[in-house]
């Protein structure tokens, strides 16, 4: 069976859900977009670059991604430090299950 993009965006969204993470917007990458893309605000996925990839295990490759952003960006910003807070949670609460 071949993934799509839904099926990534689906499972994406699946472990936000699950792990309680901000969404970020979620799109296709652009043509010139060699692989999947990340901001803490933005993720664009390129199920091109990897379609030997499972769904789920794209999803979740894409999550960490987004949330080594999401990290970084509040890392950065003036009273960032719950979201780099949200972050380490989120992430201890992944190595512990």
Known sequence: MTKTYQD???AFLSLCLEWN???PILDLAL???PC???SHDEVRINVEAAPDVEA?????HVLGHYLCCLHAEADEREGGAETC???ADIIAKMALK
């Open 8 to 10: 990534v965006e689906d």
């Open 21 to 23: 993470i901000p969404v």
């Open 31 to 33: 043509p010139s977009d």
């Open 36 to 38: 999947d893309v990340t």
């Open 56 to 60: 789920g295990y794209h999803a979740a």
């Open 85 to 87: 807070d949200l972050v």
